[in-house]
């Protein structure tokens, strides 16, 4: 084996060993994973079935604001407290582009 094939090789193992030892939180999780949260209340559409209040056809401004506003407790809420917690403001972000284009 070749040095220059050798090196090529070793670094590539060490990316992906640095990838996969990344700590979850420090990398944000993909927009379709984010959104699968929300799915079960409200359609994978944003158009929910039973009780729960459809936020597709609301706009982005609309959703973002009442997510804050549930994370906040300013707006009373059951569950969307909870919810929201759990997300950082720019994965709030990425969900509501998501739904808002619905
Ligand atoms: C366990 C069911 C559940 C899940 C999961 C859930 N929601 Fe909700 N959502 C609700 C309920 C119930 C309400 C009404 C407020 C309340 O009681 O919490 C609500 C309200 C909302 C509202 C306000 C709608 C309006 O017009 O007042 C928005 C926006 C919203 N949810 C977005 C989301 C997003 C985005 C996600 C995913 C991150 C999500 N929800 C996940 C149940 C859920």
Redesign the pocket.
Known sequence: MNLKKLIAITSVTALGTAYASQPAQAQMASDEV??N??F???GTDGKSSG???T?SG?SAS??FN??MD?RSGKKP?????R??KG?SDAELKA??NF?AKK
Request: hydrophobic share 50%; net charge positive; proline share 4%.
């Open positions: 984010l959104v949260t929300c079960s209340c409200h009780d729960m209040p936020i609301k609309y959703i009442k997510m549930f809420s059951t569950v969307m407290m919810i929201t997300f969900i509501t739904f």
